[in-house]
């Protein structure tokens, strides 16, 4: 139980683009989902939650109008990262919660920014 | 700022030995304590969580909390090559969102 699938695992883009991730809970209903991003050799950096039909929170340094959290659903969350530029190539992961605070992880997405 | 400390490592335990895997935080409001393990180029995922002071044991794993201490560690019993992960602790200080606090993660590598 508690599996969280994330597509597309992994995209290359031009710069200047947008790119949408998609977070969803295969068989439980996320009442809390966050997304994190982790660059090489370095922890998970947690970047925003976001509640099913409430605007995210997002942490601090974390610009809200470049990454848009849409949580539509009980199991969708998506990240889109708007105007990507290459400094935004990253490992984006999402997790998701239905009991608090235990949370289990997508397989994370691989940005690659070109 | 809320701090969870961790020893990088590389960790190197031969196979069959008992891996011992530290964890300190900063926030004495912690209520929850969670052990992840990432392969490279892996998402997290969970290994066990931990409340309460004392021992939690899971198959080969045991988790130790002091929260006088501020202390969380895990211990891999029989530790295996497919054990070698970097494994992250990570703790919630509770409230009505539920944030994780990652440490850096500690790199084991158990050798054949």
């Known amino acids: 139980g508690a599996v969280v699938s994330q597509h597309p695992s992994r995209v290359i883009c031009k710069s200047g683009t947008s790119v949408k991730i998609e977070c969803r809970s295969l068989?439980?209903?996320?009442?809390?989902m966050f997304w994190y991003r982790q660059f090489p050799k370095q922890s998970l950096m947690l970047m925003a939650t976001s509640n099913e039909g409430s605007k995210a929170t997002y942490e601090q340094g974390v610009e809200k109008d470049k990454f848009l959290i849409n949580h539509a659903s009980l199991t969708l969350s998506t990240l889109t990262v708007t105007s990507a530029h290459p400094e935004d190539s990253s490992f984006y992961i999402c997790s998701a919660s239905y009991s608090g605070e235990t949370q289990y992880f997508g397989p994370g997405t691989r940005l690659l920014v070109l | 700022q809320k701090e969870v400390e961790q020893n990088s490592g590389p960790l190197s335990v031969p196979e069959g030995a008992i891996a011992s895997l530290n964890c300190t935080y900063s926030d004495r409001g912690s209520q929850s304590f969670f052990w992840y393990r990432q392969y490279s180029g892996k998402s997290p995922e969970l290994i066990m969580f931990i409340y309460s002071n004392g021992d939690k044991e899971d198959g080969r794993f045991t988790a130790q909390l002091n929260k006088a201490s501020q202390y969380v560690s895990l211990l891999i019993r029989d530790s295996q090559p497919s054990d070698s992960a970097t494994y992250l602790c990570a703790v919630s200080s509770g409230g009505s969102n539920y944030k994780l606090t990652f440490g850096k993660g500690t790199l084991l590598t158990v050798n054949p």
């Open positions: 068989d439980f209903q996320a009442t809390t």
